[in-house]
């Protein structure tokens, strides 16, 4: 826990691994001329299921067409500077692989631990502070302090504008998606998800008990220890913090799902 990593909160944009259910087509066996062995009639072949899809025409570029993914990191950048501000674009964002570190982030914020190499944003400013001693140690609450000026930025976010800037570059996120082994993978039902997990974030009250078994501290609490990564930042940012990430990722849900789904 001595470095912590910040949420990429301006563009929540990712996917969840749709089921798709396969079927084998059973073909009826020749008997003799006078009968014909029957079999019983097969159920219809599935389509991979879309839970949330985008709205339509959303998707869609307006004029230009939309660049290939690998070159995409010029007009990504320059349309976050117009949603989230280019002094907060600068300051927090990594400027290689935007799209393909949002995905990748939020594709693994479920699980235990980040992939630091692949982290769209910097790391939060400043040292990670404990208070009482080896043997005993509480997460200091001066650290929420350090996460002020990136909870700031979100807190000024238009949803419907972020959104708007993942709805027309949805390609490319699916596309990064796909591209980390989810070929049937739906871009939208997996940032859907991970939204969910992370609104399900448990509240924890203080002082948070920590341990120190290795180099870095550690939540005492094994459940605590075992919530999924993105859960466990939330919590580092202390409560007021991460009421304000989930009333702007409630807002960002809302227009995600709004589209109806098509039987």
Excluded at 142 to 157: C, D, E, G, P
Excluded at 169 to 182: E, H, I, N
Aim: aromatic fraction near 8%; charged fraction near 20%.
């Amino acid at each position: 826990m001595t470095r912590k990593w910040i949420l990429p909160a301006g563009v929540l944009l990712v996917l969840l691994g749709i089921g798709v259910w396969y079927y084998l087509a059973h073909r009826i066996s020749a008997a003799p001329p006078a009968e014909i062995a029957a079999t019983p009639p097969q159920a219809p072949p599935s389509e991979p299921v879309t839970q949330h899809p985008i709205p339509v025409g959303q998707s869609e570029p307006s004029q230009a067409p939309l660049p290939a993914l690998n070159d995409s990191d010029t007009p990504i950048l320059a349309a976050l500077d117009n949603v989230i501000g280019a002094a907060a674009v600068k300051d927090y964002l990594i400027r290689e692989n935007v799209v393909r570190r949002i995905v990748a982030t939020i594709d693994n914020m479920p699980r235990q631990k980040l992939a630091a190499q692949k982290l769209p944003v910097v790391a939060v400013p400043g040292v990670f502070k404990v208070q009482g001693d080896e043997l005993h140690a509480t997460l200091d609450p001066q650290n929420f302090s350090r996460y002020t000026h990136m909870v700031a930025v979100i807190r000024r976010l238009d949803m419907q504008r972020v959104a708007d800037l993942y709805f027309h570059y949805y390609p490319l996120f699916q596309g990064a998606y796909q591209d980390l082994g989810y070929p049937t993978g739906y871009f939208n039902d997996r940032l859907v998800a991970v939204i969910d997990m992370l609104l399900a974030t448990p509240q924890v009250t203080e002082p948070v008990e920590l341990v120190r078994p290795h180099v870095m501290y550690e939540y005492a609490d094994g459940t605590l220890e075992g919530l999924p990564a993105g859960q466990k930042i939330l919590i580092r940012m202390g409560p007021e913090n991460a009421a304000a990430v989930k009333a702007k990722l409630t807002e960002l849900r809302a227009i995600v799902t709004a589209a109806p789904i098509k039987h």
